[in-house]
């Protein structure tokens, strides 16, 4: 039985044109770090940010809170992904 779920998605970047398998790589080892987060990939080629919480127990400031985590975990990935990569800022 499936329970009733908040998922939120942070569009982030479209896949770098070079360097894909260190960026895959670098996906990877921080999903290794999220707790909660998941960093995916959308076809045909957008990186997004997908946070997923059952509704059960959930508080409205803690839908506020998460939803303002988001943003800035969002901006922070989007900065390395630029810097790093050269990738493109999704524009969704």
């Known amino acids: 039985e499936f329970a009733d779920c908040m998922s939120i998605v942070a569009?982030?970047?479209t896949l770098p044109n070079h360097n894909l398998l260190p960026f895959y790589r670098?996906?990877?080892?921080m999903n290794s770090g999220l707790t909660g987060n998941a960093?995916?990939?959308l076809e045909p080629?957008?990186?997004?940010?997908?946070h997923s919480r059952p509704l059960l127990g959930l508080e409205g400031r803690e839908?506020?809170?998460?939803?303002?985590?988001i943003i800035t975990r969002a901006?922070?990935?989007i900065d390395?992904?630029?810097e790093e990569f050269d990738a493109n800022p999704s524009r969704f």
């Not at 670098?26 to 080892?29: D, Q, S, V």
């Not at 080629?45 to 997908?50: F, G, H, K, P, S």
């Not at 839908?63 to 985590?69: A, E, G, L, P, S």
């Open 45 to 50: 080629d957008q990186v997004v940010l997908r």
């Open 26 to 29: 670098r996906l990877l080892r």
């Open 80 to 82: 390395i992904f630029v």
């Open 75 to 77: 901006s922070a990935l």
């Open 63 to 69: 839908i506020t809170d998460t939803i303002q985590n």
């Open 11 to 13: 569009w982030l970047v």
């Open 39 to 41: 960093l995916c990939l």
